[in-house]
């Protein structure tokens, strides 16, 4: 059973930064490839960066030089800084297995909000 819980998020100005982090369970952590999503209202969710178990990444076009994603093996833990931030990276953010993320029926976290002010 997969369990995730992001943190991080919030109110900022549009130029700020944040680092939201995720706690993740439920998998063999080290060996699997997690990935920093986000919703914005009335939109699909979206795979904004990538990292494999290795550390390989890779990052939506939109967010690439701005955003970083990384991984604590030992900790069960990824994060995401986010720098240069606009207003269109409003979304709640969720961190997920690539693998349970790609499951229609695959478990979720409850995100967190990340709200980019003009």
């Known amino acids: 059973q997969v369990h995730l819980v992001e943190s991080g998020g919030g109110l900022v100005q549009a130029g700020g930064s944040l680092r939201l982090s995720c706690t993740a369970s439920?998998?063999?952590?080290?060996?699997?490839?997690m990935g920093w999503y986000r919703q914005a209202p009335g939109k699909q969710r979206e795979l904004v960066a990538g990292?494999?178990?290795?550390?390989?990444?890779n990052y939506a076009d939109s967010v690439k030089g701005r955003f970083t994603i990384s991984r604590d093996n030992v900790l069960n833990m990824v994060y995401l800084q986010m720098n240069s931030l606009k207003p269109e990276d409003t979304a709640v953010y969720y961190c997920?297995?690539?693998?349970?993320?790609?499951?229609?029926?695959?478990?979720w976290g409850q995100g967190t909000q990340v709200t980019v002010s003009s």
């Open positions: 439920g998998g063999i952590f080290s060996i699997n490839a």
């Open positions: 990292i494999t178990g290795g550390g390989r990444t």
């Open positions: 997920n297995f690539i693998l349970e993320a790609t499951n229609p029926n695959g478990s």
